[in-house]
């Protein structure tokens, strides 16, 4: 399957201003960032999870705690992956109990990674809450899950697939909307 851009979603500052108003919202909603952790699912999840921390660092003054989580080995679909499906770390060095936890990723759409995610986090304790921030949510829920902070919300059909794109692992800030074309 091939990938035919449609449109540029988001550019670089599109995205920053984005993740920055995130940001805000969080220690807004949460009355500032004392009982705050973040936590990053892999890969482009975790990357824009560092990015929010660093700002909300800026803005309240105060450390955050980071972690990223590895949903791997918590799919449904795991065997149509691949015969050895590549399980990378975990990395949460903080008593999640007395935290509400942010979770992060790139897209929302069908709401299953999500579900994998919290069944995750769940096995390192129990938060005070959890709460979900994503860049994009494009629809599509098979699941009933909703983000508490969105970067941008995008109608998508089902042929439609959207892309993510950030310097850390493709050299550039962007969103795409492409059309799978068989």
Same mark, same amino acid.
Do not use: M, W
């Given at each position: 399957m091939t990938l035919k851009e449609k449109a540029k979603i988001m550019d670089k500052e599109a995205l920053e201003r984005a993740l920055k108003r995130i940001a805000h919202e969080i220690i807004e909603k949460n009355k500032g960032s004392g009982d705050i952790a973040i936590v990053g699912i892999r890969n482009r999840g975790e990357h824009l999870a560092r990015r929010m921390v660093s700002m909300m660092q800026e803005i309240s003054g105060a450390e955050v705690p980071l972690?990223?989580?590895? &949903?791997? =080995?918590?799919? *449904?679909? #795991?065997?149509?992956?691949?015969q050895q499906p590549i399980v990378h770390e975990?990395?949460?060095?903080?008593?999640?109990?007395?935290?509400? &936890?942010? =979770?992060?990723? *790139?897209? #929302?759409?069908?709401g299953r990674t999500i579900r994998c995610a919290l069944d995750e986090l769940i096995d390192f304790g129990r938060p005070k809450s959890i709460q979900l921030a994503v860049l994009i949510d494009r629809g599509h829920r098979e699941l009933p899950i909703r983000a508490d902070y969105v970067g941008?919300?995008?109608?998508?059909?089902?042929?439609?697939?959207?892309?993510?794109?950030?310097?850390?692992?493709?050299?550039?800030?962007?969103?795409?909307?492409?059309?799978?074309?068989?």
């Open positions: 972690g990223v989580l590895d &949903i791997t =080995l918590y799919r *449904d679909d #795991l065997t149509d992956l691949a975990t990395k949460i060095d903080f008593d999640i109990s007395a935290k509400h &936890i942010i =979770l992060v990723d *790139d897209v #929302l759409y069908t941008k919300n995008i109608p998508t059909s089902d042929t439609e697939v959207v892309e993510v794109r950030l310097k850390e692992c493709d050299k550039k800030d962007e969103v795409i909307l492409a059309e799978k074309q068989e």
